[in-house]
């Protein structure tokens, strides 16, 4: 394709150089060999990508989008006039370098839009929902996408476990893939013929602006809690970038319980909110029980008795923004409610993968203080078991709710078990020292262990629950990862693996 047609609809643009060319590739990674590319610079937090120009024109790029702050380096460093006396290079006559500038006022922006061109704009074929939120995101993606298969449609998902289009599963580095992958992604959809495309939308996606040009047929907030601090220093910036995904013209649906949810209902015009307290979804008469929860919903008018496999207060809540997404997308309440009988647990959020008389093992990917205490909550309520938790916190990021977590761990759980969960570059036993000051500041006796290892700690767990006449095992933090992040390598782990591996060495079979 035609640069000329790819930045067509770009605003704002400056260019230097021919906008004829053929553009055969899209490329944001300088060391990665692409041909006849455009290469966007986007800077980094602690460099800038004008540095890797050379390289990227050295790997196939002949064209660099940059923000227009570098017109003038570009243009006296690369783009310099033929002198007289120089063989013109083919393809090039007025250049030295062989290369075309597009200058834009924002980089990641003009990604998405010249992303959007290249692949032929296949979100306009699809109905897109956009979840975002601190918590349950994948939970309600999955949630949405099994009301609507049960209803016969073709549904893709793009999310934090994975992306998933049709019955393929593709891996992916990261809640919200950068515009390039994106828009790719929506391509493969349109080709498999998908109809709905359920997308988790991360703050930072919103930040960096990769969901930019993206018509969302639905959008989603599931509640907004302290995370990412590390990144947006404080809790009203992050907060402040979540509510930005929402305008007040957009078909919305909004957990009214939630604060940031609340202050969105009084803005946006064409919304269905649910919670608790006053809602046009209203929820009440809450059961829960392990393996099962029955609530009651009053929708227009209307009383309505909901059953679900869900365990948790906080299914309730994913459960009902799913419902509402799916009235949102025209859809019968009643069908609806028949299909949500039905669904199974999401892997990885409050999974039973074992279930006795003695004993429950759940596995859950809560890893921020408002999760994790959900979770033990919920463990509390449903059951009279004894808790026993086994956690750790990443490194690299939001330190401050290591203290946290920690003392939330004492105050509900009988034992305490800290190990690694992606400790990255940092030293494993320092997080746990941290997370044991949280602990040690309740002021609780609590029977407490530090084990770095991941699999000795849940061995430690299973071993400890035979002692005790009854118990629930708590596996939290990384739900259906299977790696573990140490130095700057992943090894292959997974909770689920060591929890059958563990068993299977104690003769017992693993259930679900």
Same mark, same amino acid.
């Given at each position: 394709?035609?640069?000329?047609?790819?930045?067509?609809?770009?605003?704002?643009?400056?260019?230097?150089?021919?906008?004829?060319?053929?553009?055969?590739?899209?490329?944001?990674?300088?060391?990665?060999?692409?041909?006849?590319?455009?290469?966007?610079?986007?800077?980094?937090?602690?460099?800038?990508?004008?540095?890797? %120009?050379?390289?990227?024109?050295?790997?196939?790029?002949?064209?660099?989008?940059?923000?227009? #702050?570098?017109?003038?380096?570009?243009?006296?460093?690369?783009?310099?006039?033929?002198?007289?006396?120089?063989?013109?290079?083919?393809?090039?006559?007025?250049?030295?370098?062989?290369?075309?500038?597009?200058? !834009?006022?924002? !980089?990641?922006?003009?990604?998405? !839009?010249?992303?959007?061109?290249?692949?032929?704009?296949?979100?306009?074929?699809?109905?897109?929902?956009?979840?975002?939120?601190?918590?349950?995101?994948?939970?309600?993606?999955?949630?949405?996408?099994?009301?609507?298969?049960?209803?016969?449609?073709?549904?893709?998902?793009?999310?934090?476990?994975?992306?998933?289009?049709?019955?393929?599963?593709?891996?992916?580095?990261?809640?919200?893939?950068?515009?390039?992958?994106?828009?790719?992604?929506?391509?493969?959809?349109?080709?498999?013929?998908?109809?709905?495309?359920?997308?988790? !939308? $991360?703050?930072?996606? +919103?930040?960096?602006?990769?969901?930019?040009?993206?018509?969302?047929?639905?959008?989603?907030?599931?509640?907004?809690?302290?995370?990412?601090?590390?990144?947006?220093?404080?809790?009203?910036?992050?907060?402040?970038?979540?509510?930005?995904?929402?305008?007040?013209?957009?078909?919305?649906?909004?957990?009214?319980?939630?604060?940031?949810?609340?202050?969105?209902?009084?803005?946006?015009?064409?919304?269905?909110?649910?919670?608790?307290?006053?809602?046009?979804?209203? +929820?009440?008469?809450?059961?829960?029980?392990?393996?099962?929860?029955?609530?009651?919903?009053?929708?227009?008018?209307?009383?309505? $008795?909901?059953?679900?496999?869900?365990?948790?207060?906080?299914?309730?809540?994913?459960?009902?923004?799913?419902?509402?997404?799916? %009235?949102?997308?025209?859809?019968?309440?009643?069908?609806?409610?028949?299909?949500?009988?039905?669904?199974?647990?999401?892997?990885? /959020?409050?999974?039973?993968?074992?279930?006795?008389?003695? %004993?429950?093992? +759940? *596995?859950?990917?809560?890893?921020?203080?408002? $999760? %994790?205490?959900?979770?033990?909550?919920?463990?509390?309520?449903?059951?009279?078991?004894?808790?026993?938790?086994?956690?750790?916190?990443?490194?690299?990021?939001?330190?401050? #709710? /290591?203290?946290?977590?920690?003392?939330?761990?004492?105050?509900?759980?009988?034992?305490?078990?800290?190990?690694?969960?992606?400790?990255?570059?940092?030293?494993?036993?320092?997080?746990?020292?941290?997370?044991?000051?949280?602990?040690? $500041?309740?002021?609780?006796?609590?029977?407490?262990?530090?084990?770095?290892?991941?699999?000795?700690? *849940?061995?430690?767990?299973?071993?400890?629950?035979?002692?005790?006449?009854?118990?629930?095992?708590?596996?939290?933090?990384?739900?259906?990862?299977?790696?573990?992040?140490?130095?700057?390598?992943?090894?292959?782990?997974?909770?689920?693996?060591?929890?059958?591996?563990?068993?299977?060495?104690?003769?017992?079979?693993?259930?679900?």
């Amino acid at each position: 394709m035609y640069l000329s047609k790819l930045i067509a609809n770009l605003k704002n643009q400056k260019i230097i150089g021919d906008v004829n060319i053929n553009i055969k590739s899209l490329n944001m990674n300088s060391k990665i060999k692409k041909p006849h590319c455009i290469f966007f610079c986007i800077d980094g937090t602690k460099t800038n990508a004008i540095m890797y %120009l050379d390289e990227a024109i050295k790997n196939g790029a002949v064209c660099a989008v940059v923000n227009k #702050k570098y017109y003038d380096y570009c243009k006296e460093k690369f783009n310099k006039p033929m002198p007289n006396n120089k063989r013109v290079l083919k393809g090039n006559k007025k250049y030295i370098n062989k290369i075309t500038f597009v200058f !834009v006022c924002d !980089v990641r922006k003009a990604m998405a !839009v010249i992303s959007a061109n290249f692949f032929n704009n296949p979100q306009k074929q699809l109905k897109i929902v956009g979840i975002t939120g601190t918590n349950g995101k994948t939970s309600c993606s999955y949630l949405i996408a099994g009301i609507l298969k049960g209803f016969g449609k073709k549904v893709g998902i793009i999310g934090t476990s994975g992306v998933y289009i049709g019955q393929k599963k593709y891996d992916a580095n990261m809640t919200t893939p950068d515009s390039i992958e994106l828009f790719e992604i929506f391509r493969k959809m349109v080709k498999a013929k998908i109809e709905y495309c359920i997308m988790e !939308v $991360s703050a930072h996606a +919103i930040f960096y602006n990769k969901i930019f040009g993206i018509n969302f047929s639905v959008k989603a907030l599931t509640n907004v809690k302290s995370d990412h601090l590390d990144f947006f220093k404080t809790e009203r910036n992050y907060a402040n970038v979540k509510q930005s995904f929402f305008n007040k013209n957009d078909l919305c649906i909004l957990n009214n319980d939630d604060k940031i949810g609340e202050k969105l209902s009084k803005k946006c015009k064409n919304l269905i909110n649910f919670g608790k307290k006053h809602a046009i979804f209203k +929820i009440f008469n809450i059961k829960l029980d392990i393996g099962k929860t029955e609530f009651k919903a009053k929708y227009k008018d209307k009383i309505y $008795s909901i059953k679900t496999n869900l365990t948790g207060l906080f299914n309730v809540y994913n459960i009902s923004l799913a419902i509402c997404c799916a %009235l949102c997308l025209g859809f019968d309440i009643k069908k609806i409610i028949d299909v949500v009988k039905c669904l199974k647990s999401v892997d990885g /959020r409050f999974d039973v993968v074992f279930k006795d008389e003695n %004993l429950n093992i +759940i *596995i859950d990917y809560a890893h921020t203080s408002d $999760s %994790l205490k959900n979770v033990l909550e919920t463990a509390k309520k449903i059951s009279p078991n004894k808790n026993i938790i086994v956690f750790g916190c990443p490194g690299e990021r939001d330190t401050k #709710k /290591r203290f946290f977590m920690g003392k939330l761990a004492t105050k509900f759980c009988d034992v305490v078990i800290f190990t690694s969960d992606n400790p990255a570059s940092e030293n494993p036993k320092r997080i746990m020292f941290e997370m044991e000051e949280g602990l040690k $500041s309740a002021g609780k006796q609590t029977e407490y262990y530090k084990i770095e290892d991941r699999y000795k700690a *849940i061995k430690k767990s299973i071993s400890i629950s035979k002692k005790i006449k009854q118990s629930n095992i708590l596996i939290v933090g990384k739900g259906t990862e299977n790696y573990q992040i140490v130095g700057n390598k992943k090894i292959q782990y997974c909770d689920y693996e060591a929890v059958k591996s563990i068993l299977n060495d104690n003769k017992i079979n693993l259930q679900k």
